[in-house]
């Protein structure tokens, strides 16, 4: 069995959580997160682009020219999509670009990734992290004891309003619930912090 060390908010080891081998030993398999972190992108694109049809350009629909007799082809509408401003001819539509996975293949990717987080001391764990206001000033002063990177991720088990707050202003900390947390969200970010309820049960949702 592996372990993690909790962590106060003055960068002292206080506890340890104990992580399942058959989470950490799993090997990194770059094709399953590759398809799972395609899938959560897909699902994310608005899919609002669209063309107008012949049937949807704003022109009217009288014969533009008489049938013979011009030395020109025939013509019957300004919404033809062969003359200047016409229809598109199969131009995108509105759609959703979601796509179903195997819900094998989602845990497989949320438990590489988080073995090849925790073999590159990608991962910490808080033992809390309960802010007495919103002020950013106070929760920035709180990470730099932790040395932290750049781009921080704080998952927790239930997201307060202090911490929602505090931690909007601050460029490259992103805080989540570990009920949103993807494969995706993981890899963006340098570090991500764990506070130790939500790790918890994480490591239930990848063990199941």
Known sequence: MATLKAFDTGNKAVSEIVIDDSIIETPYHRKAVSEVVRQFLSSNQQGT???KNRSKVAYSTRKLYRQKGTGSSRAGSAKSPIRRHGGTIFGPQPRSHAF????????LA???VFAEKFRHDGIMVLESLDLVDNKTRNLKELLSKLKL???VLIVTNEISDNLRLASRNMQGLHVLSYRSLSVYEMMKHNKVIFLKE???AYKERLIR
């Open 110 to 112: 949320a438990r590489s």
């Open 149 to 151: 990177p750049e781009k």
């Open 198 to 200: 939500a790790l918890e």
């Open 49 to 51: 682009h669209s063309t």
């Open 100 to 107: 179903r996975l195997n819900k094998k293949t989602r845990r």
